[in-house]
């Protein structure tokens, strides 16, 4: 994870073919964790081997768990039920996930034993006090470096059940309560501003968890068990989303992604990409491990800017950055508001695409929250990924209408959550090299 890895994209295409887009992050992460405390042996299939993921495992082995890889993409894992898992002597290393560490926060404040959960540079500098405040109103004890991680859990707290109504619409925040709420006595109950992804309350259901939950809202009382299921994880909309915006850009390009999911909560993306004029088709839609999946066919088709309806934005907000590549490339001008929550993710995603896309030649206007950008040519040039996945992964799709190479630094982090990012956009005809 420490050499540099920078990358050059230019003009491919048109693309074509079918894409294998990787498993869902968000469901892969909360697979091995409710598998980890259930009672019995679960199997995930589908799983993500993102280094995301993977940290989230090797944190769980660290708690006892023995979780088997027997394929790719499969993992076996031997839960210790909810009151199973053991203090580990070392830190827990969440790697980049901010996924991982807040729910891990929620997952491991009701336990008999002290955590230290740490995080790399970049997840050092991202807020926790939004689980930690909320954590601490149950009676968890935790330690934080002003907000920051590294977290310390102290373990053997008694946590009660709350009710509490999210200040800012995070499905990371809603799940780490709802897991402390496992260990709790009486009812946890989560009111949200807006409706966030629903993951962890589905799964919870499978898993045997009564919980009642409505978009919005998610109630459960602590002191039942959890019992083994086996876990489908559908491909990660939030990947696929790259290729969406890549094929309706570059001119005759026709791609078609398999078993996408395509939970509500997170297909903001592609009312998004219709409004501008996409043409997105879903077919074989079905459900798979309880969610609602889909075959996506995209089409190039001409863009157009739009004023983004403020309501999806929770609902897309991972895909920021490739939407800001879209808005880049269609005509007119296209405004985001009510996006402050992407300057708190891997990177500050509205001033590092803006830095990115002004390098490039695009005129766009920073907001507190969102971005006015115009549509026009995107330039040659040179952009800063500051290490946040989706931010290289977005440069690596305007490359492909730049009138020049876009040299994009620091691309190491994509396997957090895209192994093999550039073998797939290169095999669909995408131009993307290293730059050394
Ligand atoms: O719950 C999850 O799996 C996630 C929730 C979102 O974060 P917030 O809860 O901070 O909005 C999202 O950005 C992240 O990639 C995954
Ligand atoms: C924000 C993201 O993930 P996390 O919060 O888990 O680091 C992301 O994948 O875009």
Request: hydrophobic share 45%.
């Amino acid at each position: 994870m420490s050499a540099r890895l920078d990358w050059l994209s230019g003009a491919g295409g048109p693309l074509h073919g079918s894409v294998a887009v990787p498993g869902d992050k968000s469901i892969s992460h909360r697979a091995l964790m409710l598998a980890a405390i259930a009672e019995g042996c679960s199997r995930i299939r589908g799983f993500l081997e993102g280094e995301d993921t993977r940290a989230t495992a090797a944190v769980l082995a660290q708690l006892g768990v023995r979780i088997e890889a027997p394929t790719e993409g499969e993992r076996i894992v031997h839960g210790e039920g909810l009151h199973g898992l053991r203090g580990a002597t070392q830190p827990l290393d969440c790697g980049n996930a901010g996924t991982g560490m807040r729910l891990l926060a929620g997952l491991l404040a009701g336990q008999s034993f002290d955590s230290v959960l740490v995080g790399d540079a970049s997840l050092s500098k991202r807020p926790m006090r939004r689980v930690t405040d909320p954590l601490a109103q149950m009676g968890a004890r935790i330690d934080s470096h002003d907000g920051l991680p590294p977290l310390r859990l102290h373990g053997g707290s008694a946590l009660r059940g709350i009710r509490y109504e999210l200040p800012v619409a995070s499905a990371q925040v809603k799940s780490a309560l709802l897991l402390a709420g496992l260990y709790a006595q009486g009812t946890t109950e989560i009111l949200e501003p807006h409706p966030t992804r629903d993951y962890t309350e589905r799964m919870l259901a499978a898993f045997g968890w009564p919980i009642e939950f409505a978009p919005g809202r998610a109630r459960l009382d602590g002191g039942h068990a959890l019992r083994a299921v086996d876990v489908e994880v559908p491909a990660d909309f939030s990947s696929a989303a790259f290729f969406l915006v890549a094929a309706s850009i570059v001119p005759g390009s026709q791609l078609r992604m398999p078993g996408v999911g395509l939970n509500p909560r997170r297909t903001g993306l592609l009312q998004a990409l219709r409004l501008m004029g996409a043409d997105i088709v879903v077919e074989r839609e079905r459900e798979a491990g309880g969610e609602p999946v889909g075959d996506l066919v995209v089409r190039h088709a001409p863009l157009h800017g739009i004023e983004l309806p403020v309501a999806l934005v929770p609902d897309m907000i991972d895909e920021f950055p490739v939407l800001f590549i879209a808005a880049a490339v269609a005509s007119g001008r296209t405004v985001v508001r009510g996006a402050a929550e992407l300057r708190v993710k891997e990177s500050d995603r509205i001033a590092t695409m803006a830095a990115g896309l002004r390098a490039l030649g695009v005129r766009i206007e920073e907001t507190p929250d969102g971005a006015i950008v115009e549509g026009g040519p995107i330039g040659a040039g040179t952009v800063e990924s500051l290490t946040d996945h989706r931010i290289a992964m977005s440069f690596a799709v305007a490359g492909l209408r730049a009138i020049g190479p876009v040299r994009i630094n620091d691309c190491r982090h994509v396997a957090t959550s895209f192994p093999g990012f550039r073998e797939l956009a290169n095999g669909c005809g995408f131009a993307l090299r290293d730059a050394s």
